[in-house]
């Protein structure tokens, strides 16, 4: 695994009063990095520092091992994409316009930002016949939030910084939008920094999750530890609410967990899904046992309801 961001006793101070205080972590290439806490706990901040919107008052960030105070800011703006809450659109530039921002600001050239939004679009399941010439005010939320994140996406950062990015969706579009940044995420191995409030999401898109409170970062662990190994007890109140063998349950696939095949069962669930929503399915069905198939639809095994929820139980 290679670093892409290192923090070392990261400090940011207003007055005398540090906001983010002495945080130590890395994030390694490819992977997502999420983080939770309270309102004001300094999470927008410590991601603000990382592209130097704010300037740190102790420590060191490095971005591939090169000091980001001292780097240039053309090569940060290059390398590190921003999406934040909302989506910070620029009202009186159309869709397209907004999309080239930074390309434009790196002096590419117009076939070549042509290029990129049309890719951008149609990654985004935007038709940019459609919505290249429209203006933010004539989509939907939704439609604004992933034209946001493909602005940030545009010059192809290493590096994308997203700030609650999908606050504002509701619960079906934000399901969606997530899947997209998924399949972007293991299409371009972009190493992605996110702020959430909501933990079902930290779960889904978190390689890790790093807790903060009050200026400090209580954990930084990988999903599944920080259920079963909470380092603080205010990580396992914010994480781990009564939910928490359900939130297990959606980290493990099926594939490892199900029973020999059973002949003369009439209903099949993928083996990709994990056994929290296969327990969702089954329960949806009113299925007590199920047969799994592969990515072929080639019957490799069965799972029973019970056995579901003994996984559960030892989660
Ligand atoms: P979070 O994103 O976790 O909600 P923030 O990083 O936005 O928290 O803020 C952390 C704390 O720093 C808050 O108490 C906030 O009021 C304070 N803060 C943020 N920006 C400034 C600023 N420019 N001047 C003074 N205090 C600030
Ligand atoms: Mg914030």
Request: aromatic content about 4%.
């Amino acid at each position: 695994m290679t670093t892409m961001i290192e923090l070392k006793g990261v400090t940011k101070r207003y007055g005398s009063v540090a906001v983010v205080d002495n945080v130590s972590m890395s994030m390694e290439k490819g992977t997502i990095t999420v983080i939770v806490g309270t309102s004001g706990s300094g999470k927008s901040t410590l991601m603000r520092m990382i592209n130097r919107l704010v300037p740190i008052s102790a420590g060191q960030i490095l971005l591939r091992g090169q000091d980001v105070t001292t780097a240039p800011a053309t090569e940060l703006r290059r390398g590190i994409g921003y999406a934040i809450q909302g989506h910070g659109l620029f009202p009186h530039r159309t869709v397209a316009q907004n999309i080239a921002t930074v390309p434009q600001l790196l002096g590419w050239d117009k076939a070549r930002i042509d290029r990129r939004v049309e890719e951008l679009l149609n990654l985004f399941h935007l038709d940019p016949g459609t919505f290249a010439a429209k203006y933010p005010s004539q989509l939907s939320g939704g439609q604004q939030q992933r034209v946001g994140v493909a602005r940030a996406l545009a010059a192809e950062p290493e590096v994308l910084l997203m700030d609650e990015p999908f606050g504002a969706l509701d619960p079906v579009i934000r399901g969606k939008a997530q899947d997209d940044l998924l399949a972007i995420q293991k299409q371009f191995g972009t190493t992605i920094v996110l702020v959430t409030h909501d933990m079902d999401e930290a779960f889904h898109l978190g390689d890790k999750i790093a807790v903060m409170s009050e200026g400090k970062l209580l954990q930084c662990s990988e999903p599944g530890k920080i259920l079963t190994e909470p380092a603080d007890p205010f990580v396992q109140q914010l994480t781990g609410t009564s939910d928490r063998a359900l939130k297990l349950m959606s980290l493990l696939p099926l594939k490892g967990s199900m029973q020999p095949l059973r002949p003369g069962l009439g209903y099949s669930l993928s083996q990709t899904l994990n056994l929290r929503d296969a327990l969702a399915e089954m329960i949806w069905q009113g299925a007590d046992e199920a047969i799994v198939e592969d990515d072929s639809k080639v019957p490799v095994g069965s799972i029973s309801m019970r056995h579901l929820i003994e996984l559960g139980r030892k989660a």
